[in-house]
């Protein structure tokens, strides 16, 4: 993964960074809605913003970097997790990483039994080395989704390589049903909580790292983008 970023001027700038652009970048899927708005806010949309300031500590929060299709290189196997959005934000005098990850209808992949990690040697270091990023102990239930795991652990991932104090997995759902919003819930109560549309609920610190899930409904104008 390079370290050389080159600014988004319009969102044509990330349609190439899509794994597959032809089948990804379509009105009222999740990559294109994504792009629109967050180009469109040229930092957090209102939105994430509203949600995320509703904590105290994050109050007067401003997005420093944000880069789309941010790689996240995780041992185990070559492919890194990507997130739609990595944002490097700030509040007060501490440093925010926000792995966001946007949705429309499309699932979260597959779940831990589905992705089958006994079936290498790589899986089984991968799933380890996520649930070590994310304070997980013991067996994971198969129903968990994948996806969620390595997402959050690009959070904390990042924090740390920033030396950020707060990181967060943010779903930026842009279905207006809230699709899958019990996979995310779910995913939650492996630390015992709970939370809602448009709530951020925070878990506490994970070796020295404030880790906090939100699940954020977009403006639904963005899927006629």
């Known amino acids: 993964m390079g370290k050389i970023y080159i600014p988004a001027f319009n969102v044509e700038d990330w349609k190439h960074l899509l794994a597959d652009p032809e089948k990804q970048w379509k009105s009222g899927y999740s990559a294109r809605a994504l ?5 469109e806010a040229d930092g ?3 939105e994430v913003r509203a949600v995320l300031s509703k904590a105290s500590e994050f109050d007067g929060i401003e997005a420093l970097l944000v880069i789309p299709e941010h790689q996240v290189p995780l041992p185990g196997g ?3 997790s990507q997130s739609d959005v990595w944002v490097l934000a700030r509040a007060n005098v ?7 990850e946007g949705k429309v ?5 597959p ?3 589905e992705w089958g990690p006994e079936s290498s040697p790589g899986k089984k270091k991968r799933l380890a080395f996520l649930c070590e990023q994310l304070g997980i102990e013991g067996q994971l239930p198969g129903e968990i989704r994948y996806q969620l795991l390595h997402r959050s652990a690009s959070a904390v991932i990042e924090a740390n390589r920033f030396l950020a104090r707060h990181a967060v997995m943010l779903v930026h759902s842009f279905s207006q049903t809230d699709e899958w919003f019990e996979d995310y819930g779910r995913f939650l109560s492996l630390y015992g909580v709970s ?9 506490g610190e ?3 790292i404030s880790m906090h899930f939100a699940w954020v409904q977009g403006d639904k104008r963005y899927l006629k983008a």
């Open 35 to 39: 792009a629109y708005c967050w180009q």
């Open 44 to 46: 957090l949309p209102s």
């Open 78 to 80: 070559a492919r890194p």
């Open 94 to 100: 501490d440093l925010i990483s926000i792995a966001v």
């Open 105 to 109: 209808s499309e699932s979260f992949g």
């Open 111 to 113: 779940t831990i039994d």
């Open 195 to 203: 939370s809602g549309v448009n709530e951020m609920v925070s878990i």
């Open 206 to 208: 994970i070796s020295g």
